[in-house]
């Protein structure tokens, strides 16, 4: 991605693209997350969409909570559009997020049991397994808690 890589708060016309991109991708097909679930989640009270840009495109999105856990800061979603994967985005997001939330001490976020790909993801950016939610949103997979303390 380079520097081309842009993020800002999402602009109205935004929702709809990162909710498709939602509806269209996993985890949120496994979790049975369809395109109204998708728009609903995006627009929850106390959250902030962000969407990351090259060449003034979206390529991916992070939903912040900023008092979501513990009233701590929570990753409510993240997600990177099928093309742009493997290319950085998922990084800069979530570097994004800590600094956005720079001096609240903690961030969290869950991930799905079956979501290898992002568990991965999380673990090299220093985030560490806290808790575990057995059949939270579908039967037979957990999501697991994430923490990172931040400066």
């Not at 602009?11 to 909710?19: F, G, H, K, N, Q």
């Not at 869950?110 to 568990?119: D, I, M, P, R």
Request: include cysteine; charged fraction near 20%.
């Amino acid at each position: 991605m380079g520097t081309s890589l842009h993020i800002e708060a999402a602009a109205p016309d935004d929702y709809e693209w990162c909710a498709r991109v939602m509806a269209s991708t996993e985890p949120w097909i496994t979790l049975c997350r369809y395109l109204e679930e998708c728009r609903a989640a995006l627009v929850r009270p106390g959250t902030e969409l962000f969407v990351a840009r090259t060449e003034d495109l979206p390529v991916g999105f992070i939903l912040l909570a900023s008092y979501g856990l513990a009233g701590s800061p929570y990753i409510a979603s993240i997600a990177v559009a099928g093309d742009a994967r493997g290319q950085g985005v998922g990084s800069r997001l979530l570097r994004f997020a800590e600094e956005h939330f720079a001096g609240r001490g903690h961030i969290f976020l869950c991930v799905s049991s079956f979501n290898q790909g992002a568990q991965q993801l999380y673990r090299r950016h220093g985030y560490e397994f806290v808790g575990e939610l057995h059949d939270y949103v579908v039967p037979g997979h957990s999501e697991l808690i994430l923490h990172k303390s931040l400066p």
